[in-house]
């Protein structure tokens, strides 16, 4: 067991396990940033409500919100590291790998900072369906990220992360990657998403999604959200698209500002970084 607080020792245990041979493209790295960003994107700023203190996933009513299908296999990879050092809170965990993991996979470093707590206050809990569908148009994406306090800019640079992982048909009914090298961050994503021809096609299951044809019609297993081509069709949203598209330096900054900040949401924090909003600590450690 390491020393409680040793943030480091479990920055590497997160890295050691990222590589898994058996597991989708061969990599933990995307199924964990999903996590990561699944745990924090219930936030309502409205009502103070969500978001990732209390890891709310690990129970039914949060983790069996058929938008979380499949992010089991994040939390089993992460049971390890926890089992290795207990001292750390899930929600901590959740957050910290999915920044380790998009530095692990080339991106921008990502300020992280640690205290949330694995106490569920059901007053606090996030209703089912907060999270965005990627079915719908750009006034739903604006709604739902909006609730959570992110400007256009900042909904644009975080869909960046599409660069990574892919669909399966057995989660959320989409299939396929949006990117080549899909376990590499880059603005890859954007460049497609602005550059290349895409096509709406019904899947076997009914579920709209659109993909690349080559000219040949062959259609290569490149796809994209009715959500993402959305980013790319409205007037707002493109100008960013494009600026990511031609400036990958721009988008890894703004994306590692953007992921710090949803990390952080509904967190606060006295100015030594404590967190103050976490008064029934519960199996959780403080300093
Ligand atoms: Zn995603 N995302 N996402 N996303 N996402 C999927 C996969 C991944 C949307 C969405 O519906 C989907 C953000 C924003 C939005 C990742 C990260 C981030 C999948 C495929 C869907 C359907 C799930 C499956 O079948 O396994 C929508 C509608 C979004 C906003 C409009 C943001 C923001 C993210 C992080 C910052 C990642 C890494 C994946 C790949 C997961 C994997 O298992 O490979």
Redesign the pocket.
């Known amino acids: 067991m390491s020393k409680p607080g040793n943030y480091e020792a479990v920055r590497k245990d997160i890295v050691k396990l990222l590589h898994q041979p058996e597991y989708?493209?061969g990599s933990a790295g995307?199924?964990l940033?999903?996590l990561?960003?699944h745990s924090a994107?219930t936030y309502d700023a409205e009502t103070d409500t969500g978001g990732s203190n209390g890891a709310g996933m690990r129970y039914e009513r949060e983790g069996g919100d058929p938008?979380n299908?499949?992010l089991q296999?994040a939390r089993v990879f992460l049971e390890p590291v926890k089992a290795a050092h207990p001292w750390i809170t899930y929600a901590d965990l959740w957050t910290l790998a999915g920044c380790v993991a998009v530095r692990e996979m080339g991106g921008p470093e990502i300020r992280w900072l640690p205290g949330r707590t694995d106490y569920v206050d059901d007053s606090k809990l996030p209703p089912r369906g907060r999270?965005?569908?990627?079915s719908?148009a750009a006034d739903h994406?604006r709604a739902?990220?909006y609730r959570m306090g992110f400007n256009d800019q900042e909904?644009v640079a975080?869909?960046?992360?599409?660069n990574?992982?892919?669909?399966?048909?057995d989660?959320?009914?989409?299939d396929g990657p949006w990117v080549n090298n899909?376990t590499r961050f880059s603005n890859q994503y954007f460049r497609l998403l602005a550059g290349l021809e895409w096509k709406l096609v019904t899947l076997p299951n009914g579920v709209k999604q659109w993909v690349y044809e080559d000219e040949d019609g062959i259609s290569e297993r490149l796809m994209m959200?009715p959500?993402?081509i959305a980013l790319r069709d409205d007037p707002v949203f493109c100008e960013w698209v494009d600026s990511y598209a031609e400036d990958k330096e721009l988008f890894f900054e703004d994306f590692a500002k953007a992921?710090a900040k949803?990390m952080e949401l509904g967190i606060t924090r006295d100015a030594r970084g404590r967190v103050t909003n976490a008064d029934n600590v519960k199996g959780g450690y403080h300093s």
Do not use: M, N, Y
């Open positions: 989708d493209d995307p199924v940033v999903r990561a960003w994107g938008a299908a499949g296999h999270l965005p569908d990627g719908k994406v739902v990220f909904i975080l869909c960046g992360a599409h990574l992982g892919r669909c399966h048909s989660r959320s009914g989409f899909l959200l959500t993402d992921f949803l």
